[in-house]
């Protein structure tokens, strides 16, 4: 019983979670390109043999 119940919630938080990010993406897009393109980078020379 516990955990159904929590499921919802998870779910429900998550969902939040997303729609929060969503919403400052839409305002910061440029900014979350740049960090993006440097995390990239930054993971391609960590991965380069």
């Known amino acids: 019983m ?3 119940s929590c499921a919802p919630n998870i779910v429900e938080n998550s969902l939040e979670m997303l729609i929060y990010f969503h919403g400052n993406l839409a305002f ?3 900014d979350f390109m740049t ?3 440097s995390l990239w980078d930054t ?3 960590l991965h380069i043999p």
């Open 2 to 4: 516990q955990k159904s």
């Open 28 to 30: 910061s897009l440029p």
């Open 35 to 37: 960090y993006r393109a």
């Open 43 to 45: 993971i391609r020379l």
